[in-house]
């Protein structure tokens, strides 16, 4: 064998080494990557079922958390409806026991004190104020100022208070002189009850003088302009109820002294 044909035998020997070489590592390169996406994908799959694991557990959490709170509200007004016919029962016991002795003056008397006092229910024509935070989030609104706070609840009802309002409410709980009104974090408290928005405030009066002073009143348009809502709405009829607390009305007047005169 000539040494040119060896030569060439040798070379292409080098060449086939290379090939296989250059081929053994793609496959190594090629099972490594391979590798790394399975375990890759291995992960996001535990990723994703452990994610979905977590929404499973979060929305039976939720579902008995909502059964909880649809059990205490039907608890709640089924108590209520029931405290309330009691009331009922024995405000009319005792009128009976009044009109029995023949002291109709006193019964006269006691109808008038509760009524001025609010604890009366009372219906006649009126006006109902909604007040609620921005509707959609805008930057250029701060949720500061584009929330309700009790100063803005405060403003409303002295406005009908001073148009002479017979009657006032705030989301159904009735305000009387001894009212407390206060903000506490996402809520509102009245007469030691805590309401979220929106916040509906009713009032018994002359409809057209309190739609006036409220649609004119400088702050409350100031308030409107920092993207609150404001909604005022007229009705021939408007009912208030009684305060809800009058048979504990002690708690709101521990603070009174009588007055001595000199």
Not at 129 to 145: E, I, K, M
Not at 232 to 244: G, H, K, P
Request: net charge positive; with cysteine.
């Amino acid at each position: 064998m000539s040494k040119a044909i060896l030569k060439e035998k040798q070379i292409s020997n080098l060449k086939s080494r290379r090939i296989l070489r250059k081929n053994s590592k793609s496959q190594i390169l090629m099972f490594f990557l391979l590798l790394i996406f399975g375990i890759v994908l291995m992960l996001q799959i535990k990723t994703i079922e452990e994610n979905q694991r977590k929404s499973l557990a979060t929305k039976v959490d939720y579902d008995y958390y909502a059964k909880m709170l649809a059990s205490e509200k039907e608890y709640t007004s089924k108590t209520t409806t029931l405290l309330d016919e009691l009331k009922t029962k024995k405000n009319a016991l005792l009128e009976k026991a009044l009109m029995e002795s023949g002291d109709t003056t006193l019964l006269d008397s006691l109808r008038k004190i509760n009524k001025i006092a609010g604890f009366t229910e009372v219906r006649g024509s009126g006006i109902t104020v909604t007040l609620d935070d921005q509707s959609v989030n805008d930057p250029s609104y701060p949720a500061t100022t584009s929330a309700i706070h009790d100063l803005d609840i405060r403003q409303v009802v002295d406005i009908m208070r001073s148009c002479g309002a017979l009657a006032i409410s705030i989301n159904g709980e009735r305000v009387i002189s001894t009212s407390e009104l206060t903000c506490n974090g996402p809520t509102v408290q009245v007469n030691k009850r805590k309401f979220p928005v929106p916040y509906k405030i009713a009032a018994i009066g002359d409809v057209v003088l309190m739609k006036k002073m409220l649609e004119e009143d400088f702050y409350i348009a100031s308030r409107i302009l920092s993207n609150i809502q404001f909604k005022i709405d007229v009705f021939e009829e408007v009912t208030i109820q009684a305060f809800s607390d009058y048979d504990k009305i002690d708690q709101y007047i521990d603070s009174l002294k009588e007055a001595v005169k000199p």
